[in-house]
């Protein structure tokens, strides 16, 4: 029997998630639950998973953190990326840092099922428009223009949050960091995509559909 870590902080999603592969997977599975990062990552390092299905959006940190971490493992398990953001926001990031596949959750469960029985055969699941997304990173890498992908998984996050209207001291409260911590990300982030002022961030970020 395969085993599946569903790594989510909302318990009525994960429940609704176990019920739905219950109903639709053919094979029989185990599930176990986490709700952030950290004990997701403990679960792991204590027990042999066939899968883990994170998602992206932790209380503790960023699901794409998590992964990272997880993909350090002398052994790692193979991770699909759960989202409500769509494709053109994290698909490429996700997949490029080493998930097996990423399934949005507002996606039908057939999907899901097909995402779950490719992982879980050794093989990645890619779609046909992420597969679409993918070529258009490594054509504008090719022609050296400022892309979202030239940021870390953080300035990302950040520029997200501020292109949503919020202010460096919200980020700030948010994310549990210091004003001065989150004012060094917005430099970075001005320096790597050759912009200048936060309203430049605000109006390339909503050019590149960048939204929390």
Do not use: W
Not at 111 to 132: C, D, H, M, P, Y
């Amino acid at each position: 029997m395969k085993r599946l870590l569903i790594v989510e902080d909302h318990t009525i999603v994960r429940q609704g998630v176990i019920r739905i592969l219950q109903d639709v997977m053919e094979q029989p599975l185990k599930f176990d639950e986490a709700s952030d990062g950290l004990q997701a990552i403990k679960m792991v390092n204590s027990c042999d998973y066939d899968l883990v299905l994170l998602d992206i959006s932790l209380p503790d940190q960023n699901g794409l953190s998590v992964l990272k971490l997880l993909n350090q493992r002398d052994k790692k398990p193979p991770v699909i990326i759960l989202s409500t953001h769509p494709e053109e926001q994290y698909a490429v990031r996700s997949l490029r840092a080493g998930a097996a596949g990423y399934v949005n959750k507002g996606s039908e469960a057939a999907v899901l099922k097909e995402a779950i029985e490719k992982v879980l055969s050794g093989k990645r699941f890619v779609t046909t428009s992420q597969s679409e997304l993918l070529v258009d990173a490594i054509s504008d890498k090719r022609d050296s223009m400022p892309t979202p992908e030239a940021l870390s998984d953080r300035e990302y996050q950040l520029a997200c949050m501020m292109t949503a209207g919020k202010t460096l001291t919200e980020i700030a409260r948010d994310l549990s960091l210091s004003v001065k911590t989150i004012s060094t990300y917005r430099a970075r982030i001005l320096e790597k995509l050759h912009l200048k002022t936060t309203a430049d961030i605000i109006n390339y970020g909503i050019h590149h559909g960048m939204t929390e």
